[in-house]
């Protein structure tokens, strides 16, 4: 069979969605993929914060039809980046193995966060790192900053912006070969990061039965059961971007569930953090939302 294989252009989509061809590749000799570069939403508007521009969708809008149409047989897209549910008629694969899933930051001089001089500004486009960081240093000020991973790390190096550093996702920067860049891992206890961060998406068509398969083979156990548990959560607490939003969740040496998760108003004015354990991932989800009030 040949298959082809759907993915935004930027350099880290790019990389994510070779790591998942060579792997299909080495898996299905007898299989042949290609990859299908699909122009976003997310793509074209690079100008404005993602709450003041719409949902998670917008990076995955235009791929989900071409999934739908039957122009491409699947999609590889960052877990973190995707609606809470599905659109009718696809279905995510079951999680890989997961990359680090800590946010971390790169800063332009200072040796770590606790050391940045009062009034230093952080770029970030995330509602979640602005308003968790800002609880540790409430003296730092935050700014809205999109792009890609090379886009973001050049605007801090250019003095213009005026920025002292910027918060990225460790998985990116690991995927891309630049962790070397990272001043400081940020304890995912401390700064909780967005549901399933650092688990690539795989989506197909649900009736593709065949595909999902051969994709499911490949999966890894522990970090599927904890992005379905975090994901859980995300679509109960009516996840999108204008509320942050963090769930992280680990396997216990006994195979139990423990996670913690943070939900947030649109001003961060009232952040609440809770922690729950379990064995079964979607009542792990349950629980955490029905603690917080949401279900």
Same mark, same amino acid.
């Given at each position: 069979?040949?298959?082809? @294989? *759907?993915?935004?252009?930027?350099?880290?989509?790019? +990389?994510?969605?070779?790591?998942?061809?060579?792997?299909?590749?080495? &898996?299905?000799?007898?299989?042949?993929?290609?990859?299908? @570069? @699909?122009?976003?939403?997310?793509?074209?508007?690079?100008?404005?914060?993602?709450? %003041?521009?719409?949902?998670?969708?917008?990076? !995955?809008?235009?791929?989900?039809?071409?999934?739908?149409? *039957?122009?491409?047989?699947?999609?590889?897209?960052?877990?973190?980046?995707?609606?809470?549910?599905?659109?009718?008629?696809?279905?995510? &694969?079951?999680?890989?193995?997961?990359?680090?899933?800590?946010?971390?930051?790169?800063?332009?001089?200072?040796?770590?966060?606790?050391?940045?001089?009062?009034?230093?500004?952080?770029?970030?486009?995330?509602?979640?790192?602005?308003?968790?960081?800002?609880?540790?240093?409430?003296?730092?000020?935050?700014?809205?900053?999109?792009?890609?991973?090379?886009?973001?790390?050049?605007?801090?190096? =250019?003095?213009?912006?005026?920025?002292?550093?910027?918060?990225?996702? &460790?998985?990116?920067?690991?995927?891309?070969?630049?962790?070397?860049?990272?001043?400081?891992? #940020?304890?995912?206890?401390?700064?909780?990061?967005?549901? &399933?961060?650092? +688990?690539?998406?795989?989506?197909?068509?649900?009736?593709?039965?065949?595909?999902?398969?051969?994709?499911?083979?490949? %999966? =890894?156990?522990?970090?599927?059961?904890?992005?379905?548990?975090?994901?859980?959560?995300?679509? #109960?607490?009516?996840?999108?971007?204008?509320?942050?939003?963090?769930?992280?969740?680990?396997?216990?040496?006994?195979?139990?569930?423990?996670? !913690?998760?943070?939900?947030?108003?649109?001003?961060? %004015?009232?952040? #609440?953090?809770?922690?729950?354990?379990?064995?079964?991932?979607?009542?792990?989800?349950?629980?955490?939302?029905?603690?917080?009030?949401?279900?």
């Amino acid at each position: 069979m040949h298959y082809r @294989i *759907g993915t935004r252009g930027s350099k880290l989509a790019l +990389v994510q969605s070779e790591y998942v061809k060579k792997r299909m590749e080495e &898996a299905y000799p007898e299989d042949t993929f290609e990859l299908v @570069i @699909i122009k976003t939403t997310g793509d074209k508007v690079t100008d404005k914060p993602l709450a %003041s521009i719409g949902t998670k969708g917008l990076f !995955v809008k235009e791929i989900e039809e071409e999934l739908l149409s *039957g122009s491409i047989d699947m999609a590889v897209h960052s877990m973190k980046d995707m609606p809470a549910e599905c659109e009718a008629g696809l279905t995510f &694969a079951k999680a890989w193995k997961r990359e680090d899933c800590r946010d971390v930051l790169i800063l332009k001089s200072a040796e770590s966060f606790a050391v940045l001089p009062s009034g230093a500004v952080i770029g970030t486009g995330s509602l979640r790192r602005a308003c968790q960081l800002a609880m540790l240093r409430p003296d730092i000020q935050f700014t809205a900053i999109r792009g890609n991973v090379d886009t973001r790390i050049n605007k801090l190096m =250019d003095d213009s912006y005026g920025l002292d550093g910027i918060v990225l996702a &460790a998985a990116g920067l690991n995927r891309l070969g630049r962790s070397s860049e990272i001043t400081e891992y #940020l304890d995912p206890e401390v700064v909780i990061p967005a549901p &399933a961060q650092g +688990v690539l998406a795989i989506e197909a068509a649900s009736a593709n039965t065949e595909l999902l398969d051969k994709i499911n083979a490949l %999966s =890894d156990d522990n970090s599927h059961r904890e992005a379905v548990a975090e994901r859980t959560f995300l679509r #109960l607490s009516g996840g999108g971007c204008h509320a942050p939003i963090g769930a992280h969740c680990v396997t216990k040496e006994n195979g139990d569930l423990r996670m !913690v998760v943070l939900f947030g108003n649109d001003d961060c %004015s009232r952040i #609440l953090r809770i922690e729950v354990t379990g064995t079964d991932s979607e009542a792990v989800g349950h629980e955490a939302a029905r603690m917080l009030g949401l279900e």
